[in-house]
C-alpha cells in the first residue's frame, strides 16, 4: 500500500529506455530502483559521492522485481522507496513503481538487498548505529 511509502522520486521515461513498441524494457527497472535508492540515501544524509567517510559502503546482493503493467515512452513514473528490514549486516528496501499520470497505476513492485561492507578490505560488516539511524530517518 503506497501511504507505507515515506519517500518518492519520480523519473520521466525516455526513449532509449523502450523496445520497438514503445515499452519500457525489464532491463531499465533496475536503473529505476537504483534512482529511487541513490535519492532515499541522499535524503537520508548519505550521499553517492562522499558515503565510504562513514567508513563503510553498501553493495547490492540481491534484487527481485514484479512486473504488473507496461509503463511507455514519457510516462512519468513515481518510484517509492522503503525500508523494509534491517540486519546485523544487511538491509531490505521496498519499491512501488506507480504511473504518476495514471491515477497511480501499479507498473512494478520489487525489493533489494544490499550488505554493508568495509571498502578497505572490501569484506562484509555490521552497521553501524549511526547508519542505521540515517536510513530509518526517512
Given at each position: 500500500m503506497l501511504t507505507d511509502f515515506n519517500f518518492k522520486v519520480q523519473v520521466r521515461v525516455?526513449?532509449?529506455?523502450?523496445?520497438?513498441?514503445?515499452i519500457v524494457n525489464?532491463?531499465?527497472?533496475?536503473?529505476?530502483?537504483e534512482v529511487g535508492r541513490?535519492?532515499?540515501?541522499?535524503?537520508?544524509?548519505i550521499s553517492i559521492k562522499d558515503r565510504t567517510k562513514y567508513g563503510v559502503d553498501f553493495v547490492l546482493v540481491e534484487a527481485w522485481i514484479q512486473y504488473k503493467s507496461p509503463a511507455r515512452v514519457d510516462d512519468l513514473l513515481n518510484i517509492h522507496v522503503r525500508i523494509k528490514e534491517i540486519k546485523e549486516r544487511t538491509f531490505t528496501m521496498e519499491y512501488e513503481i506507480t504511473d504518476s499520470?495514471?491515477?497511480?497505476r501499479l507498473i512494478a513492485k520489487a525489493y533489494t538487498i544490499s550488505a554493508v561492507i568495509d571498502p578497505k578490505i572490501m569484506k562484509s560488516c555490521p552497521i553501524p548505529e549511526n547508519i542505521k539511524g540515517m536510513i530509518k530517518s526517512i
Amino acid at each position: 500500500m503506497l501511504t507505507d511509502f515515506n519517500f518518492k522520486v519520480q523519473v520521466r521515461v525516455r526513449f532509449v529506455e523502450s523496445d520497438a513498441q514503445g515499452i519500457v524494457n525489464n532491463g531499465a527497472y533496475m536503473t529505476y530502483l537504483e534512482v529511487g535508492r541513490i535519492e532515499f540515501f541522499r535524503k537520508a544524509g548519505i550521499s553517492i559521492k562522499d558515503r565510504t567517510k562513514y567508513g563503510v559502503d553498501f553493495v547490492l546482493v540481491e534484487a527481485w522485481i514484479q512486473y504488473k503493467s507496461p509503463a511507455r515512452v514519457d510516462d512519468l513514473l513515481n518510484i517509492h522507496v522503503r525500508i523494509k528490514e534491517i540486519k546485523e549486516r544487511t538491509f531490505t528496501m521496498e519499491y512501488e513503481i506507480t504511473d504518476s499520470e495514471d491515477n497511480d497505476r501499479l507498473i512494478a513492485k520489487a525489493y533489494t538487498i544490499s550488505a554493508v561492507i568495509d571498502p578497505k578490505i572490501m569484506k562484509s560488516c555490521p552497521i553501524p548505529e549511526n547508519i542505521k539511524g540515517m536510513i530509518k530517518s526517512i
